[in-house]
C-alpha cells in the first residue's frame, strides 16, 4: 500500500488530529482552591514534622517515610505547574516560548527557594548513612518559611476574607509557629548540655530525655509561653541555656510589641469609615443649621444618611461603579442588573449586546418612605428598576390615608417604560415608594443613544412598546 493510499480517510480532517488542551494543561493552568489548599498545609505539614523529628531525636517510621515521599511529589508537580504556567497576558504558542516562560519563572526567588527545598537530600542521607533515613536530611524543607507570607496572601485569596481578619489571622499564626519551634529548640538545648545536673535545675524534671517525645515536646511549650511571656523564673546555668533565654525574651518582647501595635491599628482602621461618616454628618448638620433648614427635612435628610450608612456603609455605588474600567462596567453591571432588564417585556426579543448597553447605563439612586417617585401627568424622562424595596401605585391624593392603592410592585419589578419612547409621554400613574427602595434609573437621553446604535431592535421595541400603551389607554377609558 502507498503513502498516498494510505491517507487520511475523507471523513477525517487535519484539524481533527490537533491535540486539545487536556485536562491536565487546564489544571496546570489553572488549579482549583482545594489544590492551592492543600499545597498550603503540605508546606505547614513539613515546617512541623521536620524540627520535631529533629530536636526531639524521634527517626521517621516507615508510615511517615511512605507520606514525606508522597507529599514531596505533590510539591515537585506544584513547582513543576508553577514554572510552566504562562505569565498573564502571555501564550505559549511553541516550545521556545515554553522554555522561554520557563527560564522567567525560574529566576525568581520563590521558584529558586522552592527548588532548593525540593531537592532530596533525605535520600543522599540514605545513601551515605546506610540505609539512616535522619531527620536532619530533610532540614531543607524548612527553607518554605521564607515563603510564609505568600502562603497566607494565597489562603486569604481562596477564602475571601478582609484585609484586616486576614492580619489578624497572618499574625496569630506566626506567634503559634514561633512557640512551635521555639519548643522543639528547648529539647534541642537540653540534648546538647546532656543530663547534667544543670540541665536538672533548668527544667526542674530529672531523667527527662527517657519521657515520651510527646511530653518533652508540650514539656517545651511550657517553658517558652512562661518566658515569653515573663512568667519564667527558672535561671538558664550553660551558655546554651542562656543564649535560648535570651533568644525566647526577645522573640517574646518582639510578639507583645506586634500584638498591641497590630490591635491598635486594626481597631483604628475598623472605626474608620464610622469616622469618616460621623465627620460627614457633622458638616451636614452645620449646613442644614446655616441654611435653616426645617426640622421635619432635616430628619428625613439624617434618616436617608443614616439608611446609607447602615446598608452600604456609606459607599457611592454609582461613583464606584464609574471609577472602573468600561469593561468592568459592563461585567459589574451585568452582573447586578442582568436579570432586572430580563423581565423587561420590551427587551425580551433584543441580543445580548443591546441588553448590556442597557444595563451599563442604569443609575442606582437610594428613596426614602412616602417618597414620590413620579406624579400622574407630569412628563416622564426615566424608567425605573426596582432593586430592593417596596412602591405603590396610588391615587392623587394629598394625605396619605386618602390614597387609594391600585398596585404594589416589589423587589425586580419596573415601571415608566413609556417615558423611553414617546417624546413629551405624560405619566399615567402616581408612584410613591412605601419602604427604602434601591432602584436603577434609565434616563431616556441615554436610551435615545442606545436606539441610534441598534436601529433594527428600536423599531422592533417600539412597535411592542405601542402595542402596550394602546392597550394601557383602552384599560383607562374602560374605567373612566
Given at each position: 500500500?502507498?503513502?498516498?493510499?494510505?491517507?487520511?480517510?475523507?471523513?477525517?480532517?487535519?484539524?481533527?488530529?490537533?491535540?486539545?488542551?487536556?485536562?491536565?494543561?487546564?489544571?496546570?493552568?489553572?488549579?482549583?482552591?482545594?489544590?492551592?489548599?492543600?499545597?498550603?498545609?503540605?508546606?505547614?505539614?513539613?515546617?512541623?514534622?521536620?524540627?520535631?523529628?529533629?530536636?526531639?531525636?524521634?527517626?521517621?517510621?516507615?508510615?511517615?517515610?511512605?507520606?514525606?515521599?508522597l507529599l514531596d511529589f505533590v510539591m515537585i508537580f506544584e513547582f513543576c505547574c508553577d514554572i510552566t504556567k504562562p505569565p498573564k497576558g502571555t501564550e505559549q504558542k511553541d516550545s521556545e516560548h515554553r522554555l522561554r516562560n520557563i527560564l522567567i519563572n525560574i529566576r525568581n526567588r520563590q521558584a529558586v527557594v522552592e527548588l532548593c527545598a525540593l531537592l532530596p537530600l533525605d535520600f543522599v542521607g540514605f545513601a551515605v548513612s546506610k540505609g539512616l533515613l535522619h531527620p536532619a536530611f530533610r532540614l531543607n524543607k524548612m527553607l518554605r518559611v521564607v515563603k510564609l507570607s505568600w502562603y497566607f496572601d494565597e489562603l486569604g485569596k481562596i477564602l475571601q476574607i478582609g484585609h484586616n481578619a486576614q492580619r489578624i489571622f497572618r499574625f496569630t499564626i506566626l506567634i503559634m509557629w514561633a512557640v512551635y519551634?521555639?519548643?522543639?529548640?528547648?529539647?534541642?538545648?537540653?540534648?546538647?548540655?546532656?543530663?547534667?545536673?544543670?540541665?536538672?535545675?533548668?527544667?526542674?524534671?530529672?531523667?527527662?530525655?527517657?519521657?515520651?517525645?510527646?511530653?518533652?515536646?508540650?514539656?517545651?511549650?511550657?517553658?517558652?509561653?512562661?518566658?515569653?511571656?515573663?512568667?519564667?523564673?527558672?535561671?538558664?546555668?550553660?551558655?546554651?541555656?542562656?543564649?535560648?533565654?535570651?533568644?525566647?525574651?526577645?522573640?517574646?518582647?518582639?510578639?507583645?510589641?506586634?500584638?498591641?501595635?497590630?490591635?491598635?491599628?486594626?481597631?483604628?482602621?475598623?472605626?474608620?469609615?464610622?469616622?469618616?461618616?460621623?465627620?460627614?454628618?457633622?458638616?451636614?448638620?452645620?449646613?442644614?443649621?446655616?441654611?435653616?433648614?426645617?426640622?421635619?427635612?432635616?430628619?428625613?435628610?439624617?434618616?436617608?444618611?443614616?439608611?446609607?450608612?447602615?446598608?452600604?456603609?456609606?459607599?457611592?455605588?454609582?461613583?464606584?461603579?464609574?471609577?472602573?474600567?468600561?469593561?468592568?462596567?459592563?461585567?459589574?453591571?451585568?452582573?447586578?442588573?442582568?436579570?432586572?432588564?430580563?423581565?423587561?417585556?420590551?427587551?425580551?426579543?433584543?441580543?445580548?449586546?443591546?441588553?448590556?448597553?442597557?444595563?451599563?447605563?442604569?443609575?442606582?439612586?437610594?428613596?426614602?418612605?412616602?417618597?414620590?417617585?413620579?406624579?400622574?401627568?407630569?412628563?416622564?424622562?426615566?424608567?425605573?428598576?426596582?432593586?430592593?424595596?417596596?412602591?405603590?401605585?396610588?391615587?392623587?391624593?394629598?394625605?396619605?390615608?386618602?390614597?387609594?392603592?391600585?398596585?404594589?410592585?416589589?423587589?425586580?419589578?419596573?415601571?415608566?417604560?413609556?417615558?423611553?419612547?414617546?417624546?413629551?409621554?405624560?405619566?399615567?400613574?402616581?408612584?410613591?415608594?412605601?419602604?427604602?427602595?434601591?432602584?436603577?434609573?434609565?434616563?431616556?437621553?441615554?436610551?435615545?443613544?442606545?436606539?441610534?446604535?441598534?436601529?433594527?431592535?428600536?423599531?422592533?421595541?417600539?412597535?411592542?412598546?405601542?402595542?402596550?400603551?394602546?392597550?394601557?389607554?383602552?384599560?383607562?377609558?374602560?374605567?373612566?
Amino acid at each position: 500500500m502507498s503513502l498516498r493510499a494510505a491517507s487520511l480517510p475523507t471523513n477525517v480532517s487535519t484539524e481533527d488530529l490537533v491535540l486539545k488542551p487536556s485536562r491536565l494543561v487546564q489544571f496546570i493552568k489553572s488549579r482549583p482552591s482545594w489544590w492551592k489548599k492543600l499545597v498550603f498545609c503540605i508546606a505547614l505539614y513539613n515546617l512541623a514534622s521536620v524540627p520535631f523529628r529533629i530536636c526531639l531525636n524521634t527517626p521517621a517510621t516507615l508510615p511517615e517515610v511512605l507520606i514525606d515521599l508522597l507529599l514531596d511529589f505533590v510539591m515537585i508537580f506544584e513547582f513543576c505547574c508553577d514554572i510552566t504556567k504562562p505569565p498573564k497576558g502571555t501564550e505559549q504558542k511553541d516550545s521556545e516560548h515554553r522554555l522561554r516562560n520557563i527560564l522567567i519563572n525560574i529566576r525568581n526567588r520563590q521558584a529558586v527557594v522552592e527548588l532548593c527545598a525540593l531537592l532530596p537530600l533525605d535520600f543522599v542521607g540514605f545513601a551515605v548513612s546506610k540505609g539512616l533515613l535522619h531527620p536532619a536530611f530533610r532540614l531543607n524543607k524548612m527553607l518554605r518559611v521564607v515563603k510564609l507570607s505568600w502562603y497566607f496572601d494565597e489562603l486569604g485569596k481562596i477564602l475571601q476574607i478582609g484585609h484586616n481578619a486576614q492580619r489578624i489571622f497572618r499574625f496569630t499564626i506566626l506567634i503559634m509557629w514561633a512557640v512551635y519551634w521555639l519548643g522543639c529548640v528547648w529539647n534541642l538545648v537540653i540534648w546538647g548540655d546532656g543530663e547534667t545536673s544543670s540541665t536538672w535545675y533548668w527544667t526542674q524534671h530529672p531523667g527527662l530525655s527517657d519521657e515520651p517525645a510527646g511530653y518533652r515536646f508540650l514539656l517545651g511549650v511550657y517553658w517558652t509561653l512562661t518566658m515569653m511571656t515573663g512568667y519564667g523564673s527558672v535561671l538558664p546555668q550553660s551558655d546554651l541555656q542562656i543564649l535560648f533565654s535570651l533568644m525566647t525574651v526577645v522573640v517574646g518582647v518582639a510578639g507583645n510589641v506586634g500584638v498591641i501595635g497590630t490591635l491598635g491599628s486594626l481597631i483604628q482602621n475598623l472605626d474608620s469609615s464610622g469616622a469618616a461618616f460621623r465627620q460627614k454628618m457633622d458638616a451636614v448638620n452645620d449646613y442644614m443649621r446655616y441654611r435653616k433648614i426645617s426640622a421635619e427635612m432635616q430628619a428625613r435628610i439624617k434618616e436617608y444618611y443614616t439608611y446609607l450608612w447602615q446598608s452600604r456603609r456609606g459607599l457611592d455605588e454609582a461613583r464606584l461603579i464609574q471609577e472602573l474600567p468600561v469593561y468592568l462596567q459592563e461585567e459589574v453591571s451585568l452582573f447586578l442588573n442582568k436579570e432586572i432588564i430580563s423581565k423587561v417585556p420590551l427587551f425580551h426579543e433584543c441580543d445580548e449586546q443591546f441588553k448590556s448597553a442597557v444595563v451599563v447605563k442604569l443609575i442606582p439612586t437610594v428613596l426614602l418612605p412616602d417618597s414620590f417617585i413620579v406624579r400622574k401627568g407630569e412628563v416622564g424622562r426615566e424608567m425605573y428598576f426596582i432593586s430592593r424595596g417596596e412602591v405603590q401605585v396610588v391615587s392623587e391624593a394629598k394625605e396619605a390615608s386618602e390614597r387609594v392603592v391600585y398596585a404594589t410592585l416589589r423587589d425586580g419589578s419596573f415601571f415608566g417604560e413609556v417615558a423611553l419612547l414617546f417624546n413629551d409621554s405624560r405619566r399615567t400613574a402616581t408612584v410613591v415608594t412605601s419602604s427604602f427602595c434601591d432602584l436603577f434609573v434609565l434616563r431616556k437621553e441615554d436610551f435615545d443613544l442606545i436606539q441610534e446604535s441598534f436601529p433594527d431592535q428600536s423599531k422592533a421595541i417600539h412597535k411592542a412598546a405601542q402595542k402596550r400603551y394602546n392597550l394601557q389607554l383602552q384599560n383607562e377609558n374602560a374605567e373612566e
